[in-house]
């Protein structure tokens, strides 16, 4: 599976993931602890600018943060409707915060080295009876299909408007099941022969 993963290297790529994964770990409640919408827009406006400091990579991904701009448009206009428009914003600034952190981790850090720290934080289930290794791999490749779904989805995109001149909307999702079934079934069979089972 392609993964979002920067090969271009960057300030970032030389933060342990450990030490990513815990600052986005402490941002991410932080964030949803703060009421104050000028609190969050600050909070989103330092995320950006963090964002875009990583150079061509960011330039390169700054494309797929226009889906949680349209979510986050969504959920004000949601609010809206309801009479809580305050609210709304406030929860469309901490999606679009959080979601700008979580890309920074994901084109910054290494696949292999995330799922180190997984397994390594969920090593002391292992007295229990945890299989952690197992449970790692699986938070893992949870990571991966969601970055995979994401690529997937602007290829399929691409190549509609290529055709079509405009988006595919709603009418990319029965080929995008399909794709995702069949990569779904590859990791499967891959995983299958690599535990020999």
Known sequence: MRSLYSAQPTWMHGVPAWIKLALLSVCGTVLLWVERPAYLIAACVLALSIFMSLGAPAWRSIRMLGGVAIAGGLI???????????????????LGSAATLALMLTLTTRFED???????????????????????LALGLMLRFAENFHAQWNRLDDAYR???????GMRLLAPMTIRTLQTADRVADALAARLGR
């Open 76 to 94: 004000v206009l949601f609010h809206w409707v309801m009479g809580t428009t305050v609210q709304g914003v406030a929860s469309a600034l901490r």
């Open 162 to 168: 290529a055709r079509a001149g405009r988006g595919g």
């Open 114 to 136: 995330l799922l180190a720290v997984l397994e390594a934080v969920m090593r002391p289930l292992q007295r229990i009876g945890v299989p952690t290794g197992r449970v790692a």
